[in-house]
């Protein structure tokens, strides 16, 4: 994020996989065993019975995570001898470079700042258009967890692991996850100088600075791996573009985010209020005015943000507050939120014409099948695999926060942009090896979930409408048994295996079975 102060500047830095916590098995091993008395409770309206039984049983062991984490702030404090004026700032969404232009004793100076997914690095570029001079110096920080210091007048280096501490509600502590970020700056002069851990620079006319960072994460394994070594590969990383001018760097940028983004455009007509600041263009609709222009210009926004934060280099999908999150306890521990949020973060991907942004997202579901599979057998005695609502990037797959994370559909839900991707592509060879295999599993589990209800139908038992609640006979409960979403969900995910067993000529009997499943589950009504 980037602040765009010309006295005090500040970016905010992250990087998608700088995560507290640590692998574990958060299935509670009193569930399987409950389940039959959960499901009877549930089935005879006794819902303070069954809240009391899925906090002692279904909750997981330990029943948080922990937080995504930023990786730290850059700090250039500029020393002007008079205060910036004609200040404007600005992000354009053409070009993914946010700049800020002032000027300070009549000359004028232009900041700009942009992540190149080719170099895999931050740029910032800082330049006087009219032999201005900069005096600024740059500061690598964290709030904890972290050593900084020179390594040399041109290079920062930050380096640390995070240490988490015991608890009983998200697990246990120690040394975990390892990380580093390294600051290079180079000047049109050469005039760098290093002290007390700042890098100085001092009258030139140029400054180009990369910053890059790593950890030692792993996705093939959903956990750390001690033979990745972040340092190294930040040093890796910068030496392979050290000799790239800004004009190559930016190009290389361009040519690689323009593809993505130019793709597709969205117009009202002319836009007359472009001229404007966003912020008084905000105003003016507040106050009930009419700005098509500004409706176009949110829309690709959405579409700049899911670019920006899935994609390749990339290893993980987008999380709540994404790569953007500043809190090192964030809200929500700006996790993946897989009982609607993830699945809304994707919705853009396919019919906005960014179809490789999901290839995060299924390379993700793909590793969460494994502890997903443990989940489904542990808990509920199935095949298959599922998860609940929420997971972070160690894969836990158990019931998190409270009876609410009681939703097992979440993970049939999280199939449905796997198929949607393949039915805006039609890439069978995709189909066949990673969407059908998540969709298959994922019915798999379903087929062993469902239970006979009182009425005769095949029903989910427990079941929660994310974040609903209903009443019934005064008492008010969110577990319930055969709620609509999970009807919906069910058959969609069965209708979906259907059709891609047909299109690959495969799993007949699968398919067979599907559909008569399908032909059991209770009818969808539309009475309020």
Not at 257 to 272: A, P, T
Not at 305 to 319: A, I
Not at 364 to 376: I, M, Q
Not at 424 to 432: I, P
Request: glycine content about 6%; some cysteine.
């Amino acid at each position: 994020m980037v602040y765009g102060n010309p006295t005090h500047e500040r970016l905010q830095l992250n990087e998608e996989s700088l995560w507290a916590g640590s692998k574990i098995n958060n299935n509670n091993p009193k569930a399987f065993k409950a389940l039959p008395e959960l499901q009877k409770e549930l089935f005879g309206s006794q819902y303070k019975n069954a809240l009391k039984l899925a906090e002692e049983c279904f909750l997981g062991t330990p029943p948080n995570i922990r937080s995504y984490q930023p990786l730290g702030d850059l700090y250039i404090d500029f020393d002007w001898k008079t205060n910036p004026e004609n200040y404007t700032r600005e992000l354009n969404l053409r070009t993914g470079i946010a700049s800020t232009r002032f000027t300070v004793d009549g000359k004028h100076f232009i900041e700009e700042v942009f992540v190149s997914a080719p170099d895999n690095k931050l740029v910032i570029h800082i330049i006087s258009t009219d032999g201005g001079l900069i005096k600024a110096s740059f500061k690598l920080s964290r709030e904890r967890d972290a050593i900084v210091k020179t390594v040399n007048n041109n290079t920062i280096h930050l380096t640390g692991q995070i240490v988490d501490a015991d608890d009983v509600k998200t697990g246990p502590g120690g040394k975990h996850m390892r990380f580093a970020g390294e600051l290079r700056i180079f000047t049109s002069d050469g005039k760098t100088t290093a002290k007390n851990d700042i890098l100085s620079v001092n009258n030139t006319k140029e400054v180009l600075a990369s910053l890059t960072a790593s950890t030692d994460y792993s996705i093939k394994f959903l956990d750390c791996d001690t033979t990745k070594d972040p340092d190294s590969e930040c040093k890796s990383i910068l030496d392979s573009s050290d000799k790239k001018n800004i004009s190559e760097l930016k190009q290389r940028h361009l040519k690689e985010y323009q593809n993505l983004f130019n793709r597709m455009s969205l117009s009202f007509g002319e836009d007359s209020l472009a001229l404007k600041s966003t912020d008084e263009r905000l105003d003016a609709v507040r106050s009930g005015g009419v700005d098509n222009g500004l409706i176009s210009l949110y829309f690709q926004f959405g579409r700049y943000l899911l670019m920006s934060s899935s994609r390749s280099p990339g290893v993980l999908p987008t999380n709540l507050q994404g790569i953007w999150n500043k809190d090192m306890n964030a809200p929500w521990n700006s996790d993946f939120h897989t009982n609607i949020n993830l699945q809304m973060n994707y919705w853009p991907a396919e019919v906005c014409n960014l179809t490789e942004t999901t290839i995060p997202l299924t390379s993700f579901l793909e590793k969460l099948t494994v502890p997903g599979a443990v989940t489904a057998k542990e808990m509920y005695g199935t095949s298959g695999w599922t998860i609940h609502h929420l997971t972070d990037p160690f894969g836990r797959t158990g019931v998190a926060d409270g009876v609410w994370g009681i939703t097992p559909m979440d993970g049939p839900w999280m199939t449905f942009p796997v198929y949607e991707h393949y039915l805006f592509t039609k890439d069978t060879s995709f189909l066949r090896n990673e969407a059908y295999p998540l969709m298959k599993g994922s019915a798999e589990f379903v087929l062993g979930f469902l239970v006979e209800s009182p009425e005769g139908y095949l029903v989910t038992n427990p079941s929660h409408s994310p974040e609903n609640n209903f009443k019934e006979k005064g008492e008010i409960s969110a577990l319930t048994y055969a709620a609509t979403t999970d009807i919906e969900i069910v058959t969609a995910l069965f209708n979906n295996c259907i059709e891609a067993s047909q299109i690959l000529g495969t799993d007949k009997k699968f398919a067979d079975r599907l559909k008569a499943a399908i032909k059991n589950l209770p009818p969808v009504s539309k009475k309020l």
